[in-house]
């Protein structure tokens, strides 16, 4: 059982405060309203966060919003009233959020409407966040297109998480390889260079290529990293850049195994995206330009407005769509039969499962294909180091 701090008002207009005991904050909720009490505030006892004071240094996260809307959708099902919602939610939620639901509170409370004072922080709810609240409010069905919204980005987070666990592995892999070989560079191989001159001994030419490599670094270690810091200064401008961007993201799609885990995530995004949108009733070519504008890879980005285009001119969609090798036929069939029948929203609501399988799919293949790949990688890198220290001691010792 958890326990949620209330202060509530008797219909007589007495106030107090008190614990309740319950499964959740919704149980919580009806056992007050049973007791005809008007519930002011109400909020889950949790442990106090020593950095809470610090909540300019924080940053809303996607993590964030997917719990916040959850929780709004749950107490506006239960019956609590907009305002009574965020002024809960304010109270129990990261530093950071709270600073912002106190001003939307403050805004609504001023007569705004809750997609209005939303859409004054763009950085925390996107434009897709935006347009699903605003159909919601017009439609009265905000609680439900919440929770569509939470499924929504709790499932963009399940996948952010499995792709940075495939990904987790190479990166602690070459992150200890290129340690150790900085180690080896400045410690190691100056001392074992030293003992081969005092030698004499010649030198074979993997040993020469490390010795040189080794006094480069050790002596400009700082213009390696500044050349280092300054490519990829160079490379994220020019990556920012409209012909960057494209053929950065051209180049994405073209990797194996990656490019088809990009290419698969990017449609389950833009499938579901869509599919919420047209439920929503937000119109088709607003849902395009919306999709259009929140995606992550500019061929996508294009396509997509293209699409928009043609569709305001009267063309189908999936008749605009097969124009483009990005998107596989059988997203072009299934959107012409949604066309044809009316329903693209639930076509794309089931292409998206698709899609997120194929995912998952794709995921399972990068995770099998990186280790083998990384052992190669670690096998070339010690056979070499092998040979550059080792052979020229087998020289020496066969001297004696």
Not at 5 to 19: A, L
Not at 248 to 254: N, S, Y
Not at 288 to 304: G, H, P, Y
Not at 394 to 399: A, E, F, K, R
């Amino acid at each position: 059982m958890k326990k949620f701090y209330y202060k509530v008002k008797t219909k007589e207009g007495q106030n107090f405060s008190g614990i309740a005991e319950a499964n959740n904050l919704k149980d919580a909720v009806r056992i007050l309203r049973e007791r005809n009490l008007i519930i002011i505030s109400i909020n889950e006892k949790r442990a106090q966060n020593v950095f809470s004071s610090f909540s300019f240094l924080q940053k809303v996260s996607n993590k964030d919003v997917a719990s916040f809307t959850r929780q709004l959708s749950t107490m506006i099902t239960a019956g609590l009233t907009l305002t009574e919602a965020l002024s809960i939610l304010k109270d129990q939620s990261t530093p950071a959020l709270t600073s912002i639901l106190t001003r939307i509170v403050e805004q609504i409370q001023g007569g705004d409407t809750f997609y209005s004072a939303l859409s004054t922080y763009p950085k925390v709810f996107s434009e897709t966040y935006l347009a699903l609240v605003k159909s919601g409010e017009a439609s009265g069905k905000l609680d439900t297109v919440l929770a569509n919204v939470s499924d929504n980005l709790e499932k963009q987070e399940e996948f952010r998480g499995k792709i940075k666990g495939a990904l987790i592995y190479p990166a602690i892999v070459i992150t200890g390889m290129i340690v150790v070989a900085f180690i080896m560079m400045i410690y190691v191989v100056p001392k074992l260079s030293q003992m081969y001159e005092d030698f004499g001994t010649e030198l074979p030419l993997p040993t020469k290529i490390l010795i040189g490599t080794s006094r480069f670094v050790a002596r400009f270690w700082f213009i390696v990293f500044a050349a280092i810091g300054g490519l990829v200064y160079l490379f994220n401008r020019w990556r920012n850049t409209s012909i960057g961007r494209m053929l950065f993201d051209q180049k994405m799609l073209q990797i194996p195994i990656i490019g088809k885990l990009n290419r698969e995530v990017i449609l389950t995004q833009i499938t579901k995206t869509l599919s919420m949108l047209i439920n929503a009733g937000v119109p088709i070519i607003d849902s395009l330009n919306i999709i259009a504008e929140t995606a992550d890879n500019a061929v996508f980005e294009k396509s997509i407005k293209v699409a928009a285009k043609d569709v305001e001119k009267g063309l189908p969609l999936a008749v605009s769509l097969s124009r483009f090798e990005e998107y596989p036929p059988v997203l072009n069939q299934m959107v012409s039969v949604g066309e044809e029948t009316g329903k693209l929203g639930e076509v794309l609501e089931r292409l998206s499962r698709y899609f997120e399988l194929e995912t998952e799919v794709a995921i399972k293949g990068l995770t099998s294909s990186i280790e083998p790949l990384m052992m190669v990688i670690l096998g070339v890198g010690v056979g070499f180091l092998v040979i550059s220290i080792i052979t020229p001691i087998y020289q020496l010792t066969s001297q004696f």
